[in-house]
């Protein structure tokens, strides 16, 4: 498979660089070719979105929607053949994989149904004979950019809400989930989603990114990835006083206390781990758990790690597989090499196949750092966990809150009062009892406090706001 830009309606292939994308499961099978834009792709997109704003702007919503359920029949028609490109391009364990395709099929009908729900209210106006009411309008020409660790799910939670809102898109995802992107953007374009309304381009972010947000007539951008590019593209758009909404990393925890339910608290805090081989946005990797259980929770943990079916991505009883490349593998292995050399390694999972044969790392589960370490403070993104004991309920909610990032949060305790001090008292955006950090409903607000987030928030009815813009209208008919 090779990956195309989709621009105004055209398949075009970048005749500039390439790169081949290696099975990340195993790397001496290529999966496809990625075709990298340039600057001048980005602009012909831009135009391409400009050119076609007017029209679908117009449709009526119920119209926008019926094509978005057009892509989310198409989507599920084709589930399993978008599960096996994502898997075997970014590793992502094919069990996981389909569900994430689903969950795109949930959000495209989510927001198509939108299409016949209330976009305004009417509000009492302070004349006689005024009809005052509000309504939605499009922002316009939107960027979209993405991350590859859910190559499915975080644009469809993008684009859906934008087109359903009347906007046009230049979509730009990233580099690892770029074949992905093609293939979901064929079944946009199969469906019959009209020429210029998503456009794709594909390309490295450091190269087109700039002309993205800088030269192209942007009305709006949503980012999802890292906080340090985040801020670059939180920058720029400030700079041009467009919308934008940043998404972005977070280092989140896990509070066990000492009347948690053992065996619950530990599948939820070894899957929020190390499903994904820990490369969610809401992964947990600080476990900080009430001391007088301290042990009790490693044995229980230990017992539960062995069982972890650790394995190619395309292996239907992969617990985890491996991470999605060779630069990923490298970044993660630094934190890994560090993790050996200065913890004591409470325990790790053992990979039912040979390491080498694909971008592996073994799970790992270390303690005996303090707070300040750069494994508790870094976003590692990786199947790497750091355990920290807390004498109390307080010591831990301390611990939870101190670093800069604030995407989720989740305690384990029978005690409702502390629950409903942890949800008062996390700052995070997204916080729970007796759930994993990781896992979002697309029917829920979902964004992150902090250096997380722009303090926006995305689906849900959120993402609606996010890509419109609201009008007060009067009519004076005395
Ligand atoms: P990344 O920041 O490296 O890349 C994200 C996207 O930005 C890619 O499409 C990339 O090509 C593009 N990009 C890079 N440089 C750019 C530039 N100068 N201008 C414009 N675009 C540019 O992140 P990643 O490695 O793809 O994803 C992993 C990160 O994403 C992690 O930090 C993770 O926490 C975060 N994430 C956050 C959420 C959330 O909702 N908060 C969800 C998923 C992932």
Redesign the pocket.
Same mark, same amino acid.
């Given at each position: 498979m090779n990956t195309q830009n989709l621009i105004g309606g055209e398949w075009i292939t970048p005749n500039g660089e390439q790169m081949t994308i290696q099975n990340p499961s195993d790397v001496t099978l290529d999966v496809g070719v990625v075709h990298f834009s340039r600057d001048t792709d980005v602009l012909q997109a831009g135009e391409a979105a400009k050119q076609a704003l007017a029209n679908w702007a117009a449709m009526t919503p119920g119209a926008r929607g019926n094509i978005l359920y057009r892509i989310a029949t198409m989507l599920e028609e084709q589930l399993e053949d978008v599960a096996h490109i994502s898997s075997m391009e970014m590793g992502k364990p094919i069990s996981e994989m389909k569900g994430e395709v689903m969950r795109g099929v949930h959000l495209l009908r989510y927001y198509a149904a939108e299409g016949v729900r209330a976009t305004g209210s009417v509000i009492p106006a302070s004349q006689e004979h005024v009809l005052q009411y509000t309504k939605r309008v499009p922002l316009g020409v939107v960027g979209i950019?993405?991350?590859?660790?859910?190559p499915i799910a975080?644009p469809i939670w993008k684009i859906a809400p934008a087109l359903i809102n009347g906007n046009t898109i230049v979509w730009?995802?990233?580099?690892i989930a770029s074949l992905s992107a093609t293939r979901l953007t064929r079944i946009f374009v199969d469906a019959g989603l009209p020429a210029g309304v998503l456009n794709l381009v594909v390309?490295?972010?450091?190269i087109?990114?700039?002309a %993205?947000?800088e030269k192209v007539h942007l009305d709006g951008v949503s980012?999802? *990835?890292?906080?340090?590019?985040?801020m670059?593209?939180a920058s %720029?758009a400030a700079k041009r006083n467009i919308k934008y909404q940043t998404?972005? *990393?977070?280092k989140n925890a896990a509070v066990v206390l000492k009347d948690a339910d053992l065996q619950l608290t530990v599948q939820a805090v070894l899957s929020g781990a190390f499903r994904s081989a820990g490369?969610?946005?809401?992964a947990t990797s600080r476990v900080i758990v009430e001391k007088s259980i301290y042990n009790q929770f490693i044995d229980a943990l230990r017992k539960e790690m062995a069982l972890m079916h650790i394995s190619s991505a395309l292996d239907p009883k992969s617990y985890l597989g491996p991470v999605a490349s060779a630069f990923?593998h490298e970044k993660v292995m630094h934190y890994v090499d560090m993790a050996r050399t200065n913890t004591e390694i409470v325990t790790e999972g053992k990979l039912q196949i040979e390491a080498s044969s694909g971008h592996y790392v073994t799970p790992l589960v270390v303690s005996g750092v303090t707070v300040d370490d750069p494994l508790v403070q870094e976003?590692i993104?990786g199947p790497l966990m750091v355990l920290l004991p807390a004498d109390n309920f307080d010591e831990a909610l301390e611990l939870c809150n101190r670093t800069v990032y604030g995407?989720s949060a989740s305690i384990f305790t029978n005690d409702i009062q502390k629950g409903l001090r942890f949800l008062d008292e996390a700052q995070v955006g997204m916080v729970r009892v007796n759930q994993e950090t990781a896992g979002v409903e697309y029917q829920s607000p979902?964004?992150?406090m902090k250096m997380?987030?722009s303090h926006t928030r995305?689906q849900g009815q959120a993402a609606l706001d996010f890509y419109s813009q609201t009008k007060t209208c009067a009519v004076y008919y005395g």
């Open positions: 950019i993405t991350p590859w660790n859910f975080i730009k995802p990233a580099e390309g490295r972010g450091s087109i990114g700039n %993205l947000l980012f999802t *990835g890292s906080t340090a590019t985040g670059h593209v %720029l998404e972005m *990393g977070g490369q969610k946005c809401t990923q976003e993104f995407l979902f964004g992150g997380s987030s995305e």
